[in-house]
């Protein structure tokens, strides 16, 4: 049964018909999802621990990034639920009823999970490293000295230790991606959202960046979900790999079970197309 | 040309009168800075609102904008002129009656209103030609709204609004004209009225009034061309201001966080570069 939501700082309730032993920090329950009368997902349950890196899959249309955008609140959820650290993001479930939470929850929420984007979303008024401590100064109001340090050794950790001051405009797309990650890394977040981040870059700087990538899972227990073409990248960092197909999950499992035996007829063939056999 | 026949003389007219021209043309200037930034204010707050998601917000706040955008400026002097103060006759009790009484106030706040609420329609229309992935870059990074507006969607829309402030701040500039109508705002149209007693109205209006109307409105311009080119240099587009007004463009230091080479517009380029539009990339040099 979930716990009425009074304050922020109450323990994780344990999420309601979590069968999984361990807590997941991101829980769809029933989740749908319509835009109008288009139904993009419906009926959508699925848990991923923490430290967990999973990677959505399928054609376009599927409704991978839909999830994603659902999970950052830059989307309404229409139907179901769905709870980071066991408690609900948007709605909760009171009795049956369905009742939005709080702002304030949803906040506190929201500034666990990072995103970064296809096109980078680079603020073109701010330098550089005024992208990358921007939010953690003015919204979880650490020390601008400290932000600064941190901007600097993530910048470093991207390859880019001599653009802080550059302007977004005058970098290239590889660049701008990378500031992009790092701006996401300087909040800290438990979750990270990466929405198709190499789709909009030439292709001889994808390595770069899915590189920065393959490092920060490495190194950190930062809880990835991934929307990608690159099924080498999803391959190396991913536990699990779910292939989805109108608006269902219709396969799931580990990256090598996936990509080399698939069960389903439609993984198989939405791979041959993806990977040019 | 016996037309100009007179004008020596006329200029002498303008020496002697000088005083009382240069007192209309202050308080036109003054009209024009107070009403503009009272313009301002309300185009901002109003356009914030008429940009809202919610109706609540958004629903007052387009009534407002579309009855003082639909009012005449000369409707709406004799309103707050003669039938405001009507409150006051019949009830000798209300508060502020100093301020009914102010007619230049009076000027500037019918010019603010009328003004600002074609100015809201500007700010407004630049908000939403920010990309929706600015907004969902602040969503993730949990930033609160005023947060959002204030230091990434403002600053990215005040380039492009710019353009039509200036059109409006240099209409209100002519429009403020229409004081000369009001008692005890001698403005500098009031003034050219007077000069055209001793002189003839080509003089006055058709030479006089031209030229430093003009003029007026061309400092006007120039002012927000600075500041236009000024917010585009914040956003990585187009030369700084050190870059503009160098005398040679050559010796000014590059910038050494921008390895790329520059679309550089050449000398005496000033503000006006070509809207290299939302690319990533500055455009190719021309």
Partial sequence: MPTPTDAAGTQPAPAPSSSSPSNPVIEFVDVEKRFGDNIVLKDLNFQVARGERVTLIGPSGSGKTTILRLVMTLEELTGGYIYIDGQPLTHENRDGKRVPVSKKQQKSLRTRIGMVFQQFNLFPNMTVLENIIEAPVHVLGRPKKDAVAKAHSLLEQVGLPDKANAHPTSLSGGQQQRVAIARALAMDPEILLLDEVTSALDPEVVDDVLNILREVADTTNVTMLIVT??????????????MFDGGHVIEEGRPEKIFTNPDQERTKKFLGAVLGD | MDFFE??????????????????????????????????????????????????WLRGPARVIIEFFRGISLVVLLFLLLYVLPQLWMRNPDLPFEGLVRNTFLLAVIALGINYGAYGAEAVRASLTTVPKSQWEATTALSMSWPHKIRRVIFPQAWALMLPSLTNLWVHLLKGSAIAYIIPFVNDFTFELNNLRRPTDIWFSHAFIGLVVYFILALILTLFMQVLEARAKNKLGRGPSLREIFSPDPKTTPPDASLPDPKDMTGPGGGPKQPASGAGAHPGGAR
Avoid: C
Avoid at chain 2, 28 to 53: C, E, K, N, R, W
């Fill in chain 2, 6 to 55: 007179d004008w020596p003389d006329y200029f002498e007219v303008v020496i002697n009168w000088s005083d009382r021209l240069l007192e209309g043309l202050w308080t036109t200037i003054q009209l024009t800075i107070f009403g503009g930034a009272l313009a301002f204010v309300i185009a901002i707050v109003l356009g914030l609102l008429a940009g809202s998601s919610s109706l």
């Fill in chain 1, 229 to 242: 073409h690159e099924m080498g990248f999803a391959r190396d960092v991913s536990h699990k790999v779910m």
